[in-house]
């Protein structure tokens, strides 16, 4: 029937869950803090979602191994001095939006972006000490410790526009490590980690004014308004003049001294600073494919493969102008290259199933998309398998596919909900099609049913049961023509006898359809 939601029970489970666990001792501060969220949770969600994470934020940054290892060596000499002992792991994405995030658990990332504004390794150590005092100060695990208490909770095309737009296409538990890493942090997190980042700095040998350096770089830039830094470091860490005062307050209280680290940072940074050209020719390829500029964008992705081959990313990007071009053959063969230079990224291997679907090679296609979705699950390959598997009369395997899909929003979420409705409304409408029955004017019964089934639907067919004087049981039934838009409601006048809600609502929804 149609009633309001009643959450009773969980706010009952939420405060047993609260009672039980209650409080745990930060590992960094010492200080009692709200946690709900265990320790074996928080290392098992960071493990899940690292690799997804990953994905969906454009893979890692494989062609420059040796700053890789760079970046991971000064990580670990950090963590080595920190307050808690957990696996990191650190890790360069190939993304050029100025970002870094941690997931629970110590799983750590820098953008590309990010190192390219960087200007010495004591500066590169401000940002992952910061970070890995996030994941030791368990500060996620706080934000989804309040998010269960508030909440009750724990927590188209498929052409990429650019290379922030990947995490948009996640669907399912991959999505989980995106809301984490884009939440924001609360002021008292961000300072906490950027003042004991400076302690993990200054044990560790680096000179700790790096982290004033730094932030007053990240002021200058939010005050200009930078996009790229909007919707990257800025959008969950937002800097301050408050917090350059406070580094300044604890570079005074440490030990003076330490490492910069310039020249090794630069020496370090040489490749990928050499690439940058490519790089930037690929940013306004993907700007201008965005603009529907196809020819701009061909011409672009050609350049920055003539300036650094060995980027897959390029490939890629000239595949999708041949895609959108419906020139799929030739956007498979793009893909083909982007797939030998990097074969454990999704966005190749999804966009190549999507080309073959097109020119009807479904086989080849099905692999290919389970192959993305063993990388990031996406909305775009779960559909089209849902499309592929409902071709093939696989009612059972459409729907798996489609009911994935339906949680995500969006155009996607959209069209994937349309097509569980349809595959379930006639048999199952009373899920879509809540109703309650009232008293008429004339005392006879009234129904008011409701369309919740997302999209426009017709010919609902009630049955209404009642009792003849005689004794005995009957049913009519009667049928709503429509169309019905979404949250439409109907009312259905009975003229059955005397009704009063003493009487229960003698009524059940048996059928109805799409409207076409």
């Known amino acids: 029937m149609i009633e309001p939601r009643r959450h009773a029970a969980a706010c009952l489970a939420v405060v047993s869950l609260a009672l039980t666990l209650g409080c745990a001792t930060n590992p960094v501060t010492g200080k009692s803090e709200l946690m709900l969220i265990s320790e074996a949770q928080e290392l098992s969600i960071g493990q899940q979602q690292y690799v997804p994470m990953q994905q969906s934020e454009g893979g890692q940054y494989d062609v420059d191994p040796e700053l890789m290892a760079y970046v991971a060596g000064v990580g670990q000499r950090l963590a080595a001095v920190g307050d808690r002992d957990l696996p990191y792991e650190f890790v360069i994405l190939n993304n050029n939006v100025p970002n870094a995030w941690a997931l629970p658990g110590g799983k750590i990332a820098i953008n590309r972006g990010l190192l390219t504004e960087l200007h010495s390794e004591a500066e590169l150590a401000a940002v992952l000490g910061h970070e890995i005092v996030h994941a030791a100060a368990r500060h ?71 982290a004033v350096t730094l932030q007053e770089t990240f002021v200058r830039l939010s005050e200009g308004r930078r996009q790229d830094w909007l919707s990257g470091l800025f959008a969950s860490h937002p800097p301050s003049r408050e917090r350059v005062e406070a580094n300044v307050r604890t570079a005074a209280e440490l030990p003076p001294g330490g490492q910069l680290g310039v020249d090794r940072y630069e020496a370090a940074m040489a490749r990928t600073r050499e690439a940058a050209p490519a790089y930037e020719a690929y940013d306004q390829g993907r700007k ?54 990097r074969p454990d990224f999704f966005y190749y291997h999804l966009q190549r199933g999507l080309a073959r679907r097109e020119i009807g090679d479904v086989d080849a296609a099905v692999i290919d998309l389970e192959n993305a979705n063993a990388l990031l699950p996406t909305a775009p390959a779960h559909y089209t398998l849902g499309l592929i598997e409902e071709s093939r009369a696989n009612r059972d395997k459409a729907l798996g596919h489609y009911r994935v899909v339906a949680q995500s929003g969006g155009d996607y979420g959209k069209a994937a909900q349309a097509r569980v409705v349809r595959y379930e409304l006639p048999s199952a409408a009373e899920r879509y099609v809540p109703f309650r029955c009232d008293a008429g004017g004339d005392g006879s019964l009234v129904v008011t049913i409701r369309n919740d089934a997302g999209i426009a639907i017709r010919d609902v067919e009630i049955a209404v049961q009642y009792g003849e004087a005689s004794g005995a049981r009957r049913e009519l039934r009667h049928t709503l023509r429509g169309p019905f838009e979404p949250g439409e409601v109907a009312q259905l006048a009975t003229g059955l006898g005397s009704y009063t809600s003493a009487a229960g609502c003698p009524v059940s929804i048996v059928t109805a359809r799409v409207a076409d």
Do not use: H
């Open 288 to 341: 201008a494919l965005a603009e529907e500029r196809t020819a701009d964008a061909l011409r672009l992705a050609n350049q920055a493969m003539k300036l650094f081959p060995d980027e897959a990313n390029f490939y890629s990007l000239r595949g999708d102008v041949r895609f959108v071009q419906n020139d799929y053959d030739k956007a498979i063969e793009n893909y083909d290259s982007a797939i030998r230079r």
């Open 140 to 210: 996620s695990a706080q934000q989804m410790s309040r998010g269960i208490l508030l909440q009750g909770v724990v927590l188209g095309t498929a052409i990429a526009t650019s290379d922030s737009d990947y995490g948009m296409l996640a669907v399912g538990g991959a999505a989980l490590g995106s809301q984490l890493v884009n939440a924001r942090y609360g002021r008292d997190a961000e300072l906490e980690s950027d003042a004991y980042g400076m302690r993990y700095m200054s044990r560790a040998g680096y000179d700790p004014s790096g």
